[in-house]
């Protein structure tokens, strides 16, 4: 970014950097400038002060050098942070001179915004919202991380993404707003490879009865489907032996292929696991499965407070929220 005007002055820019170029930092880094109190800029700007502070401090770790004198009870700029100003000014005042010369749509907004999701959601919900985000808003940038799906919402609430893919939970957060994607069964899977589990598994189904209780588990540290299974398990008046704790639906999958036990996860997981081979569906019981582990419903999620954001809003606005099933 603090290459933008040099970019602009020499006529380098290509498509590609006018899809990249995130102004906001800079005005808001002018706001604060003017108004020298964190709380009213952050709050004026709606972001948290920790995402104030945090941006403060990339634009010092990319200038070098302290932009801004702060303490308790005085937030001033330095010397620096007076030349850093007036950069921003004239980089801010360039661009839209360039926007103006080269015709482009200034309505359309422009940017990135992060999206954190699983690796499964990666592979089977992703596409559909870049397709509908790249025909819509061709200047938006998405910038992925992926991970444990049982943290994104949390990801979400404490500023560190724009927009994450989750599972609704039971109780949604009144702060947070969902868009349906796709909904997906819950099913019991276990190894279709030679290992004791399957020896014992084959046992059970000539006695046309699984004894969940004896069988190893593989479960999720925590999440919707941990808090599932725990409620069925109750219900059923089952103590599993849980052979391994792990994060993420992927770690489950891979460890029941292996033969290690036993495990609940979303449908959806499996259509695109690359041990899809190695895995049954244990279901023996729809009916009473179907009244405990009810569908999960995998969803694009947003602050609420967010949603008017010109950025934010193109975002959700541009993602088609038709629901699929898997």
Request: net charge negative; proline share 4%; hydrophobic share 40%.
């Amino acid at each position: 970014m603090i290459y933008m005007q040099l970019y602009i002055a020499n006529n380098e820019i290509t498509s590609n950097d006018l899809a990249s170029m995130d102004t906001k930092s800079l005005n808001i880094f002018i706001d604060l400038a003017q108004d020298l109190h964190f709380a009213r800029t952050s709050e004026r700007n709606n972001i948290s002060a920790s995402t104030l502070s945090r941006l403060i401090q990339r634009l010092e770790a990319e200038a070098g050098t302290p932009l801004l004198e702060r303490s308790n009870r005085y937030v001033g700029l330095t010397p620096a942070g007076q030349r850093y100003l007036e950069f921003a000014r004239q980089t801010l005042s360039a661009w839209k001179d360039f926007q103006q010369d080269t015709g482009i749509d200034q309505h359309q907004p422009s940017g990135a915004v992060s999206l954190y999701c699983s690796v499964t959601a990666s592979h089977s919900v992703l596409s559909d919202i870049l397709a509908d985000l790249r025909q819509q808003q061709p200047n938006i940038d998405i910038k992925l991380h992926t991970g444990d799906q049982a943290l994104s919402l949390e990801r979400l609430k404490q500023g560190h993404e724009d927009f994450v893919i989750a599972a609704r939970p039971d109780q949604l957060d009144p702060q947070i707003e969902f868009k349906p994607l796709s909904v997906s069964d819950l099913v019991f899977i276990g190894p279709s490879g030679q290992s004791v589990v399957l020896d014992q598994l084959n046992d059970m189904k000539q006695q046309a009865e699984i004894d969940w209780s004896s069988l190893p588990w593989i479960v999720a540290e925590s999440g919707l489907t941990r808090s599932r299974l725990d409620r069925w398990l109750r219900h059923q008046r089952i103590t599993p032996s849980i052979y391994a704790e792990v994060t993420g639906h992927e770690a489950i999958v891979s460890m029941v292929a292996l033969g290690c036990g036993v495990g609940l996860v979303p449908k959806l997981v499996l259509t695109s696991s690359p041990v899809f081979d190695s895995i049954q569906i244990l279901n023996d019981d729809v009916e009473t499965h179907a009244q405990l582990l009810a569908d999960v419903e995998i969803g694009l999620c947003v602050l609420r407070r967010r949603v008017n954001e010109p950025l934010i809003n193109a975002v959700w606005l541009g993602v088609n929220g038709s629901v699929t099933s898997s």
